[in-house]
């Protein structure tokens, strides 16, 4: 290493303890691929939630609750490929941390397999134990409340805001409560009322990651899709940075147009050989040139069996 020069280590929890003990607000976003992974890092993204949001923003299905563990990891293990800073944290899916045991055994696979730093798993109270379990093997564990996507069918289906009831309010506070208490180091807390969501940051010491929570969060998380104008909804909560629907639309359009008028590839992008080389490979004189070089789009002047 030259003199002067950083090593570049990835962040561990530790890292966003710290960050969040000296008031740092904790931007996160989901990513799910290579190349955007490392432009994110390159961005100094702190950390980088492979999300099972993946399933719909990126595998066209219609829930989170059909991606399955092999997908999961294949997406996790790109991600910390293309990152060499930010923590990657893989989401576990739907029903790969029924029992604890069965957790552990998922969630040791995020680690060994795809080389991820912490998991994410959904739910309050009921998956404490979980949280628990996976801490004592060693695994960070990022906590999940409020809107819990793999749960949507046991929570009415329809996406909602959690916790805007006298009792629904009391059980997102004892949930938050309930995961920092079994050891996660970090809680995603998604669509709930900005008020409470501040109340629940102010009464833990583990670092609220808010989603359509307000602004009282220790840090935000959105999915990148909305970030960059990619999908084909977006959600109240998300904020569009770019365009990038209309930047890949407009750039597909002009190619296909380069290639119908005969305007792609250009020089730039061609190579050529030396001209007495390729009249020795194709046994032919300058004279026959003239008469065998190809025209665009034709096939004409290919020379002959017995020119070869
Ligand atoms: O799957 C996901 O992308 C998430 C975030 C919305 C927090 O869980």
Redesign the pocket.
Known sequence: MSAGAESIRRLTVADIARMHADGERLPTL?AYDYPTARILDEAGIPML?V????GQVLLGYDS?VRVTMTEMLHHTAAVVRGSSRALVIG?MPFLSYSTPGEAVENAGRFLREAGATAV?I?GGVRSARTVEALVRAGIPVMG?IGWT?QSQHGLGGKVRVQGKGRDTARALLADAVAIQEAGAFSI?V?LVPEQLAAVITSRLRIPT?G?GAGAGCSGQ?Q?LTDLLGLGTFRPRHARAYADLQGTIGAAARTWAADVMEGRFPGPAESVRMDEATLDEALGRTPDDRATTEPRAGHMAGIPLDRDL
Do not use: N
């Not at 999300?51 to 993946?54: K, M, N, T, V």
């Open positions: 989901t939630l999300g099972d949001s993946l989170t989401d994410k959904e999940h996507p995603v998604e990651i989603i998380v999915v």
